[in-house]
Each structure stands twice: as structure tokens, then as C-alpha cells.
């Protein structure tokens, strides 16, 4: 399914336009907050809503500006995701995917980025866990595999896949472009949260995947240009590393739902009595702790993302010591930000769980997007752990959110 939207060519890192845009991104959060239910309904994003944010000009942010995008920054995209998520995690978190993996897609060769772009609404979805298996033969490779949390499918022409080569010298994990037609997905989307998000099963089998749509992990993960790209693109933010901006920008979803969460309580709580005491619950010293507690806990996760976005977008690289630091602050952002939306519950009480009140599926979003593999906080404390303790780093393996 594509969108049409009238996007403007800019110059590169046009911080007028970044504001335009994450402006119309908080405009949207009324709306956003409207259409919840509905889009918990549906499991995916109503039309609707997929044309208000392309209409609000947010998408097409990390497209470059050679094939008709907006070419600004890792920043520009995690304000607006921010907002969004204010509105609509689902929302918030499809969105942030369809602008990375357009990001993604410009580590392709130039060939690959002209047949992806030959449509200019074009939307992908991805999933880069080394699900799928694939062989080299003349002029390509052949490819099957089944990937789980394919976000965002149902409003995708491209699919783009992590499958392990088999038959080369040096097996290892590659990512693959694949057009309509080549996949195709399951209705099994049902879960505690993100429920509007059409996170369904993935399937290709035994497609043809010519050489020019396929690149090894190393050309994302170390920055457009790492060993080999033939076709890098010339604005920095195209450099950057693949691992530190897809696990920031995905906390940036976590950030927007639970001060979400937050204002949403506030204004909750400055009417409601408690049906014990016929007391304002406003005047209890528990709520007002908790809400401190609260709010403590969203700045501190918001100082680390912050952080880890001025670390991101600041250097020209990042060396193995800068990215292990940035996944831990990002794996302890989220648990800040889970004992937030636990704290808030508290005061929330039975009546905030109630189907009725928005509150409820703000709590299934947060712990839905705190499973989320990259958040998984021993991998990461392992890692951390033993580089400041002076030792080896853990045995290799495959994991392309390093």
C-alpha cells in the first residue's frame, strides 16, 4: 500500500524544517489519541491515520534528497517519533520504522536505491534477526526464511530481511531487498500491546534476490562505505551506524508513550476521588510520590536518549567501547521508564485497568516495547561488564543490534 506525499527538497540539516515537522507531528497527538481504539481494532494503522502523517509531511525524513526525500537527520526523525508516540505508540512505531529502513535502503547500491525509489511513496517493512537462509548462486542468491514481528507489513511494497549466506568462505548475515510478490505475511497479530502495529509473520520461499539488492550487515553496521559499498552517499548522516540509531530511536517510542502516560494521569488524576474515602486522590502524599517517582525516572531515561543521540549524530565513528555504552544506556532508559509507567499505574489504581480507560492500553504499549530484544538488559550487561572490568568480549555471535 502506498501513500502520496508532497514532500519538499530541502537542503541538507534544514533546522527550519525540522521544526515544521516536529511540530506537525505534535499536532497530530489529539487525533492520535482519538483514533487508538479503532487502530486496536483494525491491528494496523487505519488509512486515515496513514494519510494524516504522510500529509503532515513526516514521512520520507532520512529519503534522500536525490531520489526526492527531505535527507535531515537521525534528531528530526526521533522528535517526531517522540511526538507521535504522545499520540499512539503503534503509530509512533511503524512511522519510526517505514523512515529507518528508507535509511537502510540507502546503504544499497545505487541500482538497488533506483529500482526501491522508481515510487516515491514507497514503504518498506524489515526485521534484521538472522531468520532466513540463503545460498549464492550466479548473479544473486536464493533465499527462504520465516521472520517473526514484520511491523508495519501490511502498508509495505518492499520487505527487507536478515538471512544468513551459507556457502560462502566466511558465512555470516546479510540483508536482503525483496519486492512485492517475493513474500508474504500471516494475520496473527494478536498481542498485549502495540496492537495497531501489524507486526505479522514474514515468509519468503525460495525467491531469487539478484546481487545489487543484497549487502553484508558490516556496510549498515559500520556506516555507509564500511567494507566495500561501491555507491556511499555523500551526507554524514548516512554514516552512521546502523545498531546505535535503530535501538535510539526505538527507546525515542518508549519516551513518547509514557510521558503520554504521564500527562495523561496528571490530568486524570485532578478530578478523581477515591471511592473509599470520597477524597480527592490528588491530595494523597502516595500520588504525589509516585508521581515524583514518575517523572524522575522519564527525565533520567530522557538524559540518557538525549545523550545517546548527541553520541550518534556527533562522531564521525563509533568505536566498540561508544556503542556498548550506548546500548546500556539505552537497556537501563527503558527499565527507567518501565518502573515509571509501574509507579503511575499505582496511582492509576483498578480504575485506570479498565478497558475504558486509555491508561490501561498505555501500560500494555510500555511492557509490549520493553520485551523488545534490544532491551534485553544481561546480553548488554555482559558486554558492558566485562569491557570495564579489562576483559575479552563475549564470544562472537550473530547479532545485528551491534
Not at 522508481?118 to 532466513?132: E, K, L, N, R, W
Not at 527503558?334 to 496511582?347: F, G, N
Request: proline residues 5%; glycine residues 10%.
Amino acid at each position: 500500500m502506498t501513500v502520496t506525499e508532497g514532500s519538499t527538497r530541502t537542503a541538507v540539516g534544514d533546522a527550519e524544517l525540522s521544526e515544521q515537522l516536529i511540530g506537525a507531528a505534535r499536532e497530530l497527538v489529539p487525533t492520535l489519541r482519538g483514533r487508538a481504539a479503532e487502530t486496536e481494532r483494525l491491528r494496523r494503522l487505519p488509512a486515515e491515520t496513514l494519510e494524516d502523517v504522510a500529509g503532515a509531511g513526516l514521512l520520507g525524513i532520512l529519503t534522500p534528497k536525490v531520489w526526492g526525500g527531505k535527507e535531515l537527520g537521525i534528531e528530526t526523525m526521533a522528535r517526531v517519533t517522540y511526538e507521535l508516540a504522545r499520540g499512539d505508540a503503534s503509530v509512533a512505531w511503524c512511522t519510526m520504522f517505514l523512515g529507518a529502513h528508507d535509511w537502510l535502503i540507502a546503504h544499497f547500491r545505487e541500482e538497488a536505491q533506483a529500482e526501491y525509489w522508481s515510487d516515491p511513496s514507497v514503504h518498506s517493512a524489515g526485521i534484521f534477526a538472522p531468520s532466513g537462509r540463503a545460498e549464492k548462486v550466479d548473479g544473486g542468491y536464493r533465499v527462504r526464511g520465516t521472520w517473526e514481528f514484520g511491523s508495519g507489513i501490511d502498508h509495505a511494497d518492499w520487505f527487507l530481511g536478515g538471512a544468513i549466506v551459507t556457502n560462502i568462505d566466511e558465512p555470516g548475515l546479510h540483508f536482503f531487498m525483496f519486492e512485492t510478490g517475493q513474500f508474504s505475511y500471516a494475520d496473527d497479530w494478536r498481542n498485549l500491546g502495540l496492537r495497531g502495529s501489524c507486526s505479522a509473520t514474514v515468509t519468503v520461499d525460495d525467491v531469487f534476490v539478484p546481487e545489487h539488492r543484497v549487502i553484508p550487515v558490516g556496510w549498515a553496521a559500520g556506516g555507509d562505505g564500511a567494507d566495500g559499498n561501491p555507491d556511499p552517499l555523500p551526507n554524514p548522516v548516512y554514516s552512521l551506524p546502523f545498531p546505535p540509531v535503530n535501538s535510539t530511536l526505538i527507546g525515542m517510542v518508549m519516551l513518547g508513550t509514557v510521558q503520554g502516560a504521564y500527562e495523561q494521569l496528571l490530568e486524570w488524576i485532578q478530578t478523581r476521588v477515591s471511592s473509599t474515602t470520597g477524597r480527592s486522590v490528588r491530595d494523597r502524599v502516595q500520588t504525589q510520590t509516585r508521581v515524583t517517582e514518575a517523572a524522575g525516572a522519564i527525565q533520567a531515561a530522557r538524559l540518557l536518549l538525549e545523550s545517546n543521540l548527541a553520541t550518534i549524530c556527533g562522531a564521525a565513528s563509533l568505536d566498540y567501547r561508544q556503542r556498548v555504552v550506548c546500548r546500556r544506556d539505552m537497556v537501563y532508559a527503558a527499565r527507567l521508564m518501565v518502573q515509571a509507567i509501574e509507579s503511575l499505574k499505582t496511582v492509576a489504581g483498578a480504575r485506570g485497568l479498565q478497558d475504558a480507560n486509555r491508561f490501561q492500553k498505555l501500560w500494555r504499549d510500555m511492557h509490549t516495547m520493553s520485551n523488545h530484544i534490544l532491551f534485553e538488559f544481561d546480553g548488554t550487561g555482559e558486554r558492558f561488564g566485562r569491557m570495564e572490568l579489562g576483559m575479552e568480549p563475549p564470544a562472537p555471535q550473530v547479532d545485528p543490534y551491534y
